[in-house]
């Protein structure tokens, strides 16, 4: 027996003047030049608006590196508030503390450069004078053989006017800047789980909800695990460029100063190195009278990062955290060119962050895997 469709059990109706049933269509995508047009858009926002943009994200990376820190204090029934107050308190107190230390070093030497730098010059020039010597013979070649005669270059001199009211309408900015951080990072402290829960109250269903969940959960574990991780490492490094530059004759303060220098610019990947070492450069040439002497500390600075870089680093992080050198060296130059020296500092975090958000999203993996 035959049983009937559905629609035989309906009522006769006349339906030649029906209209077709609606077919649902696809979405349209948006062209590539709309894409382009969006992203460059973004980007200029990004750059014109960095005065509101910078301590709202640092404000944010902050508190996401103390949120672990406060729910341990909650679970020994310490309030919410009081936790953010003594996490802040102490990052504070220990920044200030590392401040008072290195002050007078750095003093001392900003003091110190130029009228050391007389003397760096004809090491300088010593070292440079093969270059120099093959320059010039090329350049005696070429003019040969295009039949020209020697003549000096021309030379470009320009003047800049300093306006010495800059530096005074500018640090009044940058303490407000330093403080709307340190309010934003406790407020995001104390009030950002709420927010939080809010946000995640709009989503329509469960599942919706469950994921974000997942995945801010899973971003603040792996960022503060990274951040406490690599601040371990960096301080190791330069407590150990400490030591072997005290080994090597610097003072104990100054010392100190390079080897807090470098565990601050091991925070940018490759850049901050390279960074360093040239500074270890000038720094030997300051110090020391010799040519091999003034060439050790960059020596031994780029052996200790050696050995960070490739051996201890990856080995702790794992796989979960490695990234592509290539990407990582596109996201420091965006970044630095939007943000300068915080982007630098800022751009492994929140390459970090779109990897663990791609690597939860169905059929996103793929791009996760890119990063690596």
């Known amino acids: 027996m035959i049983e009937p469709r559905p629609h035989e059990d309906l009522p006769d109706r006349d339906t030649s003047g029906d209209e077709p049933a609606p077919t649902t269509t696809p979405r349209p995508r ?19 608006a960095q005065a509101l943009v910078l301590p709202i ?6 508190a996401l590196v103390g949120n672990p820190i406060i729910r341990g204090l909650q679970r020994v029934w310490v309030p919410r508030y009081l936790g953010a107050v003594l996490v802040l308190a102490g990052g504070l107190a220990a920044g200030g503390l590392l401040g008072s230390q290195l002050v007078e070093p750095a003093g001392e030497w900003i003091r110190q450069v130029p009228r050391e730098m007389k003397q760096v010059a004809p090491k300088l020039r010593e070292m440079t004078k093969p270059m120099q010597d093959a320059n010039r013979a090329a350049q005696n070649i070429a003019r040969a053989a295009g039949g020209e005669t020697s003549s000096k270059p021309v030379q470009v001199v320009r003047t800049e006017v300093n306006e010495p009211y ?25 009030y950002g ?12 269903t469960r599942q919706q909800k469950k994921l974000t969940v997942d995945i801010l959960y899973s971003i603040e574990r792996e960022i503060s695990r990274y951040v406490l991780t690599i601040t371990i490492i960096n301080t190791l490094l330069g407590l150990a460029l400490a030591g072997a530059l005290y080994w090597l004759g610097v003072p104990v303060q100054e010392a100190l100063l390079w080897g807090t220098m470098a565990a601050i610019l091991n925070f940018a990947p490759y850049v901050g190195p390279l960074i360093g070492i040239l ?15 003034s060439v050790l500390p960059a020596g031994v600075y780029l052996l200790l990062h050696t050995i960070e870089g490739q051996l201890i680093t990856p080995i702790v992080l ?16 965006v970044f630095g060119w939007l943000w300068g020296i915080i982007g630098l500092l800022l751009a492994v975090p929140l390459l970090v962050c779109v990897k663990l958000v791609l690597a939860r999203l169905e059929g996103m993996d793929g791009w996760a895997r890119l990063l690596e």
Request: charged share 10%; hydrophobic share 70%; aromatic share 10%.
């Open 30 to 48: 948006a062209s590539t030049a709309m894409v382009l047009m969006a992203t460059l858009a973004v980007v200029y926002t990004l750059w014109a």
């Open 57 to 62: 994200l640092l404000a944010m990376f902050f």
């Open 166 to 190: 800059k530096a005074l309408t500018a640090t009044p900015r940058r303490i407000a800047s330093v403080l709307a951080v340190v309010l934003l990072t406790f407020f995001f402290m104390v």
């Open 193 to 204: 789980e709420s927010l939080q829960r809010n946000a995640i109250a709009l989503f329509p």
């Open 279 to 293: 500074i270890m450069l000038l720094m030997g040439f300051v110090t020391f009278d010799e040519l091999l002497p």
């Open 318 to 333: 794992g796989r979960q955290m490695r990234l592509s050198p290539l990407v990582l060296i596109l996201a420091l130059m």
